[in-house]
């Protein structure tokens, strides 16, 4: 028969309360254990009790019980107060869907699951960064029916994912759990960058799966930059008229929407980025004066460069722009970019040298500072909270104390070190710029970072640090490519950020790790391998061709 | 060479006919593929429409595809008129391509050239290994077609290795039963054969590599004795190493397979691996150091290594097949016969094909092209400045003539489905340019526009290509299909 690929399952003793350290421990004991008995496995890879990424704050086995799913009658069923609510109907849909695309199994001698109950306290809890998304989670030996309680509907969405990790495709079981399970970081953020390459919302869509699947909440949209403008302004038409590679590739207010509510769906804000005064090639094709001009020396060795301060009415631009994006982005957040901003454009160009001058404004940092000020000044008027990237507080400018800063270049340590002690919050994403890909195992080294190592920071200024991000810039990455770049090495990131600063055990990681990536070639979403062989009970089938 | 004259001709896709008086059925199955490419694009102008039609002329029915084959044709198109010829139906499979590549899928037109066309290397491989992870039928012909685009002709399918056995045997079917990962993740006779039809109509050859004596660790699971037993100096932590040479029952089973091998798959040829057979198992073994001193062989592994190879190739010649080998069988002077290509992974392989060229061997190159290694950025420019007739300025054209070309290599510890087509395309098409296209053809700035559109249009015809520029777009990009919503 077939029995004979089937992974061994190791029992381990019955009634074991565990912390997650101890429960490390077991795995790690239970793992050396199963290769011990599945000689032939040639180290493979190793049966996992909790084979879930990122791996959950506290974890108890009841027993070595393992019930059964019956995808024919399996139901997850919501509480009342719940049951018309688009978040949690359209995630139950979901995973109902994934569970019933699983092949029958033989069922346990333990018992079946027929059905999985949700409750949630609060449930019209909007989402935000920071909301509650603590759940726990029971599998008992005992019952046929599974549990889920949250605080928040996103908590119930967090659950999910952990209920449909823990379930077995090769022999179809749930291990009995109880599961208590929080973030550690309130910010755990993606960037995907539209200028450079486009991505279809089918593709975002995806994007926005597999981030859901490693408990990500935020999608940093880095919509528009130099090559191009793709977001379609009802303000500003021209900007992607003119702006956009072409008409098809643009986001319309209903791409965005789309995108926004499918995201929510997912338990994911998107944070969009207007990327100003630096990076705006793209916006001046339709706006006259609105880049300072500098014949051969601006972006890409062109005749333009950053955003001309000194005309007022560029402001103006700034002012409708952001306040039409406030508006069509829900969640209240705003990325405003100001990194990498030239000087030797604005330095070249004369008419903008004696505006300076007549101004008393001495240094192009003060300038800077001019632009950035003026900016902050709009957004403050917007009601939203705001991230810059680092460069806004390095080069000293004023900003105001809720301003919170993205770090993003080499020696991130010193550099948040300077941020939290002058009290601002701040976010990552340094050692995790995924699209720089090198041969091997780099995901490693983006699980390895530990974003508290900060020399000198005292507890309350490690409270500043809200989180971290993963960025997948645009070079070289379309839709083609960027399922299998990201997915599973954005995962490393994201246990980084949810789960215990202990959990960091590498070789436990790699094979939990691989097995989550199969749980998403399972979903269509083509994940890449981490073991160097081996492969996935459900292989990506996901292509579809001419 | 190409001329281009002024004037382009405009077509109409749903109507434009392929026509030709050979009645092959082949050559009507390729017109179909290319009708659906030509379709593919949306268009909303209304044309002027000057050419209707492509005649085809096959001169030869034979329609035997061997690595001698010629794949030459001539394309001329008009505003009025196009003609296609070629010797045989795959120089038609080529000859079409170039001419959907010649489309204009803005406007419909297509300029008016001649162009007289063939390969200068007539081995333009490209390897995947299906053993380390596992790809499925789908997968592999996506990587197929996509060949064909790039006018590749090689499939060497490294098909099983020392994680898993996936090709399932007639003769000895526990080999797969018990060497695959699972019975999902195997190829049956039927996908053998699915996929050397369907590489046939692209015009590709299948070859397949049974590699030995080193790589086998999948095979001794349902072949006890096969493999040498070192507990602590085996392979990936088993206590098994390379076969065991001193075993007589292992020549049977090589022999019972390799005739079942070659009778499958059609290609003159078989590739007998033979790479990276590392001897400490086969020390640690007492057996093997008594049948050594029993044979005068006392200490000489490499006496050892060449006396398998010796026993394995002398089967193979009783097939009356060709082999590939791997470097390490040539330079470790194990006899091998004048057809045999000796197949160059190492960093020095300019010493190799100066050897086996002076030797009168014919030689192909895969070092350099190992695609599977990936770096950040255009890396397709160094594969693409290699030329494997480059590994000696003073080479003699007898030399040089026994260059048959190379293979740019998929390895398997990182790939599978999910990957494997977005790593292989375009960066292949870029050693599969310097394959085919003449030795001056060069300049990494005339190949990157038209590398990026190649890309685009295979993202057009719906396959993930990934983008070789920091910056740009295509017509259309790729959309994954939507189940989840």
Request: net charge negative; with cysteine; proline share 6%.
């Amino acid at each position: 028969g077939k029995q004979w690929y089937q992974r061994r399952v190791r029992g381990i003793s019955p009634a074991l309360f565990l912390s997650f350290a101890d429960m490390l421990l077991l795995l790690l004991t239970t793992i050396v254990a199963v290769t011990a008995a599945t000689g032939e496995d040639y180290g493979l890879g190793s049966f996992n009790i909790l084979p879930v990424v990122p791996f959950p704050q506290e974890a108890e086995m009841y027993s070595t019980a393992r019930r059964s799913l019956d995808p024919e009658v399996f139901r997850i069923t919501p509480t009342p107060n719940i049951q018309e609510d688009k978040v949690i109907a359209s995630s139950i849909a979901r995973y109902e869907f994934y569970f019933s695309r699983f092949k029958p199994l033989p069922t346990s001698p333990d018992g079946t699951l027929t059905s999985l109950t949700l409750t949630v306290h609060s449930p019209s809890t909007p989402l935000s960064i920071g909301v509650d998304e603590s759940y726990s989670l029971t599998i008992s030996p005992s019952s046929p029916t599974a549990s889920i309680t949250a605080e928040t509907r996103f908590g119930a969405v967090r659950g999910l994912e952990t209920f449909y990790q823990l379930y077995n495709v090769t022999d179809g079981t749930f291990p009995s759990v109880n599961i208590k399970d929080y973030p550690r970081f309130a910010y755990r953020g993606f960037l995907i960058d539209t200028s450079r390459h486009f991505l279809p919302v089918e593709s975002i869509f995806k994007v926005i799966q597999g981030l859901s699947m490693s408990k990500f909440n935020v999608l940093h949209w880095h919509i528009v930059d130099d090559p191009s403008f793709p977001y379609y302004s009802p303000s500003f038409p021209g900007l992607a008229e003119k702006g956009a590679y072409d008409m098809n590739h643009v986001y319309t207010i209903s791409d965005v929407l789309r995108v926004t509510s499918y995201a929510e769906d997912h338990g994911i804000l998107v944070v969009p980025e207007f990327d100003t005064p630096g990076h705006t090639l793209s916006w001046g094709k339709s706006l006259e004066n609105f880049l300072t001009y500098c014949p051969g020396i601006g972006t890409f060795g062109g005749d333009y460069g950053p955003i001309n301060p000194s005309i007022d009415a560029n402001f103006g631009i700034l002012q409708k722009l952001l306040a039409e994006v406030t508006s069509v982005f829900p969640g209240g957040w705003l990325h405003l970019g100001g990194d990498e901003v030239p000087f030797k454009c604005w330095q070249s160009n004369k008419e903008l040298v004696a505006w300076m001058k007549q101004q008393g404004v001495k240094t192009f940092s003060d300038l800077e500072s001019y632009y950035e000020e003026k900016l902050l000044d709009i957004v403050h008027g917007l009601n939203t909270s705001y991230v810059v990237w680092e460069e806004i507080f390095n080069n000293g400018l004023h900003i105001q104390p809720d301003t919170i800063i993205h770090v993003w270049k080499g020696k991130w340590n010193e550099t948040m070190a300077k941020v939290v002690k002058a009290g601002y919050k701040t976010i990552l994403s340094s050692p995790w710029y995924l699209n720089y890909i090198t041969f091997g195992d780099d995901w490693v080294k983006y699980y390895e970072v530990e974003p508290y190592d900060i020399p000198g920071a005292t507890p309350e200024e490690l409270q500043l640090v809200i989180g971290g991000e993963a960025c997948m810039w645009g070079e070289f990455v379309d839709a083609t490519n960027i399922l299998s770049r990201t997915f599973p090495r954005a995962s490393a990131v994201a246990e980084r950020l949810w789960s215990s600063q202990k959990v960091r055990d590498r070789k436990d990681m790699s094979f939990r790790l691989d097995k989550h990536r199969c749980g998403m070639c399972a979903r269509e979403i083509p994940a890449e391998s981490i073991l160097h062989r081996g492969y996935c009970p459900y292989e990506f089938d996901g292509y579809d061709w001419h | 060479g190409i001329n281009a004259e002024y004037g382009q001709a405009v077509i109409e896709p749903l109507t434009f006919a392929f026509v030709t008086k050979s009645r092959s059925a082949l050559v009507r199955e390729v017109f179909d593929r290319y009708h659906k490419y030509l379709r593919l694009h949306d268009f909303h102008q209304s044309l002027n429409v000057t050419l209707g039609k492509l005649e085809v002329v096959v001169k030869d029915p034979n329609e035997e595809l061997l690595l001698e084959t010629s794949e030459n044709y001539t394309l001329s198109v008009t505003s009025e008129s196009a003609t296609l010829q070629a010797d045989t139906v795959f120089g038609v499979i080529r000859g079409l391509e170039t001419f959907s590549q010649l489309l204009n899928t803005y406007n419909y037109t297509l300029p008016s050239v001649h162009i007289e066309d063939y390969p200068r290397y007539k081995f333009r491989g490209f390897m995947l290994d299906t053993s380390r992870h596992y790809v499925s039928v789908s997968v592999l012909k996506l990587i197929i077609k996509a060949a064909s685009w790039s006018k590749m002709n090689i499939f060497h399918w490294h098909i099983v290795d020392d994680p898993s056995f996936p090709y399932c045997s007639y003769t000895y079917p526990e080999l797969c039963e018990k060497g695959a990962y699972s019975p999902d993740h195997v190829y049956s006779q039927t996908d053998v054969l699915d996929i050397i039809v369907f590489a046939y109509k692209h015009g590709v050859i299948v070859i397949p590599e049974m590699d030995t004596p080193g790589h086998t660790l999948s095979w001794g699971k349902a072949l006890p004795g096969f493999l040498t037993y070192c507990p602590g100096h085996g392979n990936i932590g088993a206590p098994y190493g390379p076969v065991d040479p001193t075993n007589e029952e292992v020549y049977s089973v090589l022999r019972n397979l390799f005739a079942e091998v070659t009778n499958v798959f059609p290609a003159q040829f078989v590739h007998l691996g033979g790479d990276e057979v590392h001897y400490p198992c086969w020390k640690k073994n007492e057996n093997i150091t008594q049948w050594m001193a029993a044979h005068n062989m006392t200490g000489d592994y490499d006496a050892l290594e060449n006396y398998y190879e010796q026993r394995l190739l002398d089967i193979v010649n009783s097939l009356h097949k060709n082999y590939i080998v791997w470097e390490e069988v040539f330079y470790h002077h194990v006899k091998i016969t004048p057809q045999t290509i000796v197949h160059a992974w190492k960093p020095n392989w300019k010493r190799i094909f100066q050897q086996a060229t002076t030797a009168g061997y014919r030689c192909i190159l895969s070092a350099g092209w190992y695609i599977s290694r990936i770096y950040y950025g255009e890396d397709w420019q160094k594969f693409y400045q290699l030329d494997p007739r480059s590994f000696n300025d003073t080479a003699t054209p007898d030399q040089l003539a026994l260059v048959m070309g190379g293979t740019v290599c998929m390895w398997g510890e990182h790939i599978d489905n999910s990957n494997v087509v977005s790593r292989f395309w375009p960066r292949a098409s870029a050693p599969a340019e310097r394959l085919w296209s003449p030795e001056y053809i060069t300049d990494v700035e005339f190949m990157e526009p038209r590398l990026e559109a190649h890309r685009c249009r295979m993202v057009m015809r719906g396959y993930p290509a990934e983008p070789m520029t920091l910056r740009g777009h295509c017509q259309h990009e790729y959309t994954w299909r939507r189940k989840h919503e």
